[in-house]
């Protein structure tokens, strides 16, 4: 019987890297062959389409090669020989990658993003059997339907979901507040629930003026100044708490607005939403009647790659708002 057939497109990151005894630290350095060549029996499952992107630590993504990829995955996932793609990624940007195909590509054939904790010429290098494992997730026919998913530790998340949490761990990708999506286990990926919030923003570009400042105790408005004065469409703040930040940094958000700059808040603590829960100065019903955005309870770096996108379907602010609290608020609530 013929195998389905999955696309892997290599892009870099830890799973491609190995150490450079010259300078004593790892580097990107596997080719895909190299790769797929320690994934063991992997042809027993599926026909594996190697594509290569590049070689480029997760560092080194930004948001115009995401949306290079972007064409990559559709023009890929679109073939119908196809059943599904795999992405190899850095994981340090892993989820902003993730999450920007979530938002802008609507398909029913899984997209898994992937990548490694530990390099080939570390003891456990962890690449091959995370690819296995998302290879066993985009060959199952109940991975259809569910958007991107980030597949590490044999550990299935929602792109929109699942964040870095840990420097070194292998279990570092967590939805940390709605759990992993699935398992897999014995080479079957097992479900516990859906993703029930999807959201897709058609769109094949990307503002990338947008910048993220996180805010702390005392800090002033200088660096919101700073942005809109070199040219920011839009400016995500991860806030303190429920979405309020110092009075000192006030002054800055009135001027980012008032130069038609758009303010979406979010938090700096790692779950819950954003709301106008507070009063006092500072607080965000204030944030709120001076026009600011909310954004839910995505953290900073998912918030701001949303607000690329939609920055570059519409400028119009109720159009915006609608885009960036999608299924966050409703109508009575704010
Ligand atoms: N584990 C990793 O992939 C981390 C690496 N620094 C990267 O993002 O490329």
Redesign the pocket.
Known sequence: MSKPKVAIIFT????SMSVDPRIGAAIPSLSSDEIMSLVTNIDKFAEIESIEFGKL???HMDPLKMMELRSLVLKTVQREDICGVIITH????LEETAYLLDLSINCEKPIVVV???RNSSELGYDGPSNLAAAVCTVISPHSKNKGVLVVMNNTVNAAGEVTKTNTLSLDTFKSLEFGALGVVDNDRVIYHRNVVNRQYIPTNKIETNVDLIKCAAGMDSKFIKYSVDTGAKGIVLEALGRGNVPPQMLEGIKYAIDKGVFVVVVSRCPTGRVLDTYGYEGGGKQLREMGAIFGGDLPGQKARIKLMLALSVTQDEKELRDIMEHGQYYENEI
């Open positions: 870099g990151g830890t799973i630590p997760g560092p850095g994981t340090d940007t990548g490694a904790m």
